[in-house]
């Protein structure tokens, strides 16, 4: 930065120095200064101070020099002076908070604030707004971070400004918002050799893409971003950049390739750090010695040593190390019990709030508290995101645990999984997957489900009359009548018919045959059939009997394959004697790649001979093989008629059947199996529903990310905007004026009137004031408005983008110079100000009112900054996706350990 007497000495000029004869002490401390020798110039400009105490020349010499002497106390002293003297001055301003900063002065913020708001000297302004990002940053709070620099416009020419991407970057990363990382870091592309900083911002975006993509941490994460990230962290370790030695320790501590922790070491014992607490601790924790590394973390804490502290939340959450985040936070909360009864200690910075909130995640996660953990860990971002995805996608795995040794899975956390579901669907707006929700909270508590599945006349109503050891299912009738029968247990046999369109049947068995036939004859239309019968075994097992897939009615073949939702295993029937055609092999197929197990049986074996029966088994086994179609055991053939009528009592029937054979696998594959096949089949239903969910709520995540851009588009428009108004405002102002002329000459008619009033009473007559300020503000505050907005468009348009690339088009207002209702109530009431302070309104109409157009400009841009910098709720739909996908994943897991 220039000196501050060059410029002092333009503005004050040397009238009091020449007056007391100090001239030769100024030229002499300049010519000390211009020679590298400030101490000399310091005692030339405490002379001159002497004899001029407050002389704002002398102050600035006296600063200059003690700047260049690294006496940071004095250069404090000597702008505290200064700026007293000078306070418009923001390089004064500027100067006093690095210096304050440098000694640990407590006001050395509201310095570098007051620098920052200096309307006229616009590069100090600017970077004294990079100095208070970057405090902010340090602090641990980037959304304050990123509003100073939304106070910084865009630049107008093409060449984006890379201080305020870096810090954009960094801010991005704090707030883990990858997507405006990447725009930053797209400005700055490679960084230069000496770029410290931005190779530190640059390492820490690929680790925290990389990690996002894979769901890992840096331990698992592909050697070739470990790499990449590594070479530009030693880079701006070697250049002592802030935050580069946690980085690289901590890639350090997850590393476990010895050539990447060699690299390191030697970098390390170069610099002669090898035995500073933070490289201790990597280097152990690299080595699998926690313990040592621990212990080295706490000799650093101990001894004072923030950076311990940083390094070890770092390597905390590389490492999934809940340990060492419990060891920080105990040794944090020591020191704050310390402080508050006036004892003295070791400094132990808190956990940042993500950190805290999600050790509280994974304490009620510990205690079965799932629900709960993971709304804490929606709220969790930038550092702690990939840890709390980590966390979240354990909870829900925990939920659906897997088979394990070959056995059934182990029962699912229903109640967790079905409210997760239940509340993913109500924040979706998706009704239709809430009800399917609460359908499988109903499912749980009903008997398992068998479908009875085939082409039409397999003999499946025979056979699940012969099942159930009753006539109790329909057969014989036509396939264009055929529907869903779906029978279960009831104290008391009846069927029910629904009636598409119609009233409910209700019959007693006898009767069902007769009242379908009836029903078809009317042209009425059968949804479904419910048969209820008083069967022990309907209390295990419901049957579903589905229409025949080769019936003419398209809606038949529509209403068995909906069977398959409902069911949790199927019964597929062939026709012995023409078995597995090509259209049964496609059902088949069908019911395969939907999940739901399947067991062959060969019906109407009766009508074939013994060597024939064994000839049509050994094809339909090599035809699922070929196709890859499972059966739950091998197929067994038998006949359905004649099982029905040993079951009804003829012995010599049931003997020939095969039923007995049919009947043991019943019990063995389905009966006693139930409670597997209902798991796997909720399982099946509701990894649907979450796979529905998540693609609605990636589908939404993805509307709101647009919408953000789309914001952040207009923010910077305004924000150019803004800046392009207040530099250019004179010039502006003399524009506007000439284009305000119709509007002032109707208002010069409306105040004609006035003209004719005495003196005396148009200045004190409310009356006619009024009516002037209704007026002006009636005929000029919009055109004004108008102009100061087409002003505001053309001058973001000539500028093009700015260092994020300020959309022109993002706003159709402003693309047709329309101001905003909040700039035109700005523009308004300086109108109206204008009147109230003037002691000849009427005469307004005919005098230039350039100032006050100024005036109106700077309110106007007041306004555009305002609405940039209006906060805007993050969505919720990012949370959302979140969870949706990591329940996805978790039902979409390997069914076994």
């Known amino acids: 930065m220039a000196r501050l007497v060059e410029a002092l000495n333009r503005f004050f000029g040397r009238v009091e120095i020449l007056a007391l004869g100090l001239e030769n002490e100024r030229s002499a401390a300049e010519a000390a200064l211009a020679r590298g020798m400030p101490l000399d110039a310091r005692e030339h400009a405490r002379t001159i101070l002497s004899v001029l105490p407050d002389s704002a020349v002398g102050l600035a010499l006296w600063a200059d020099a003690a700047e260049e002497a690294w006496l940071d106390d004095e250069v404090v002293t000597a702008l505290s002076d200064l700026s007293r003297r000078v306070p418009w001055r923001a390089d004064v301003w500027l100067r006093l908070g690095r210096a304050g900063q440098r000694t640990g002065w407590g006001s050395a913020r509201d310095a570098l604030e007051r620098a920052a708001s200096a309307p006229e000297e616009r590069d100090a302004a600017r970077l004294a707004l990079l100095d208070l990002c970057d405090l902010d940053l340090a602090a641990g709070d980037p959304a304050r971070a990123q509003r100073w620099l939304d106070r910084i416009p865009a630049p107008l020419s093409t060449v984006p400004d890379r201080d305020v991407a870096l810090r954009r970057a960094a801010c991005a990363l704090a707030q883990g918002d990858l997507d405006g990382a990447r725009a930053a870091a797209e400005i700055l592309g490679e960084p230069a050799a000496i770029e410290g900083r931005a190779a530190l911002v640059l390492a820490q975006l690929a680790l925290a893409e990389a990690s996002a993509a894979a769901g890992a941490s840096a331990a698992a994460l592909p050697p070739a971003v470990v790499s990449r990230a590594l070479d530009l962290g030693l880079r701006a370790l070697v250049l002592d950049v802030p935050g580069a030695a946690e980085l690289c320790a901590a890639l350090v501590a997850a590393s476990r390739d010895v050539l990447v922790v060699d690299r390191v070491r030697r970098v ?60 920080l936070a105990a040794r944090a909360a020591g020191a704050a019990r310390a402080a508050g009864e006036g004892a003295g200690g070791a400094a132990a910075p808190p956990l940042p709030p993500d950190l805290v909130r999600l050790r509280g995640a994974a304490v009620m996660a510990s205690e079965g508290q799932g629900s709960q953990a993971l709304d804490a860990l929606d709220a969790v971002t930038g550092e702690g995101a990939t840890w709390a995805e980590d966390l979240r996608r354990s909870i829900l795995r925990g939920w659906l645990p897997p088979a394990e040794g070959g056995a059934a899975p182990r029962p699912a956390a229903w109640g967790d999984v079905l409210r997760e579901l239940a509340r993913t669907a109500k924040l979706l707006d998706r009704l239709d997957l809430l009800a399917a929700t609460e359908a499988l909270a109903v499912e749980r508590e009903r008997p398992l489900r068998a479908a009875v599945v085939g082409e039409f006349n397999a003999g499946k109503s025979t056979f699940l009359n012969a099942l159930l050891g009753e006539d109790v299912a329909p057969t014989g009738v036509l396939p264009t009548t055929a529907t869903l029968h779906w029978v279960a247990w009831a104290p008391d046999p009846f069927a029910r018919i629904v009636v598409r369109g119609g009233q409910d049947r209700v019959v007693p068995h006898a009767a069902l045959k007769d009242t379908l036939r009836a029903l078809a004859a009317a042209g009425d239309k059968v949804a479904r059939v419910f048969i209820y019968a008083p069967i022990e075994r309907l209390k295990r097992v419901e049957i579903l009997d589905t229409p025949g897939f080769n019936a003419p009615d398209p809606d038949h073949i529509a209403e068995a394959r909906r069977a398959f939702d409902e069911a949790h295993v199927a019964l597929w029937l062939l026709d012995a004697p023409q078995a597995m055609k090509e259209s049964e092999r496609r059902v088949l197929s069908e019911i395969s790649a939907l999940g739901v197990p399947v067991q062959i049986l060969a019906n109407k074996a009766d009508r074939l001979k013994p060597d024939a029966l064994e000839t049509v088994l050994a094809h339909v086994r090599d035809s699922l093989a070929a196709s890859a179609i499972a059966s739950l055991a091998p197929p067994i053939a038998f006949s359905a008629r004649l099982s029905l009528k040993g079951r009804l009592g003829d012995e010599a029937a049931l003997a020939a059947s095969g039923w007995a054979e049919v009947e043991a696998l019943f019990a063995e594959q389905i009966v006693d199996a139930s409670d597997a096949l209902r798991e796997r089949a909720l399982r099946r239903k509701a990894g649907r529903i979450a796979a529905e969910l998540a693609q609605a709520a990636s589908a939404r995540a993805a509307e709101d990310r647009e919408a953000v851009r789309r914001a952040r588009a207009e923010a910077d428009r305004l924000r150019a905007g803004a800046a392009y108004l207040r530099r250019e405002r004179r010039a502006i102002a003399a524009a506007i004026d000439k284009a305000l002329e119709p509007a002032r000459r109707e208002l010069a008619a409306d105040l004609r009137p006035i003209a004719a009033l005495p003196e005396e009473r148009k200045r004190t007559d409310a009356g006619v004031r009024a009516y002037v300020q209704e007026r002006l503000v009636a005929r000029l505050s919009w055109p004004l408005s108008v102009e100061i907005a087409r002003a505001a468009r053309a001058g973001v348009d000539a500028g093009g983008r700015g260092a994020r690339g300020v959309d022109a088009g993002a706003d159709e207002r402003g693309a047709h110079g329309e101001p905003s209702p909040r700039a035109a109530a700005h523009v308004r009431a300086v109108l109206m100000g204008m009147v109230a302070v003037h002691d000849a309104p009427d005469e307004l109409a005919a005098r230039s009112i350039e100032g006050v157009i100024e005036a109106a400009i700077d309110a106007f841009a007041m306004a555009l900054t305002a609405e940039a910098e209006a906060p805007a709720p993050p969505p919720a739909s990012a949370a959302i996706e979140q969870r949706a996908l990591a329940l996805r994943a978790a039902f979409e897991a390997p069914a076994d350990a």
Do not use: I, N, Y
């Open 268 to 327: 390390v014992r170069a610099a002669g750090a090898l035995d500073e607490p933070t490289w201790a601790a990597a280097f152990a924790f690299a080595e699998g010695r926690r313990d040592d590394a621990r212990r080295a973390l706490a000799r650093g804490l101990s001894a004072g040593d923030r950076a311990a502290a940083a390094a070890l939340l770092r390597m905390a959450v590389e490492t999934r190390d809940l340990g060492a985040l419990d060891a």
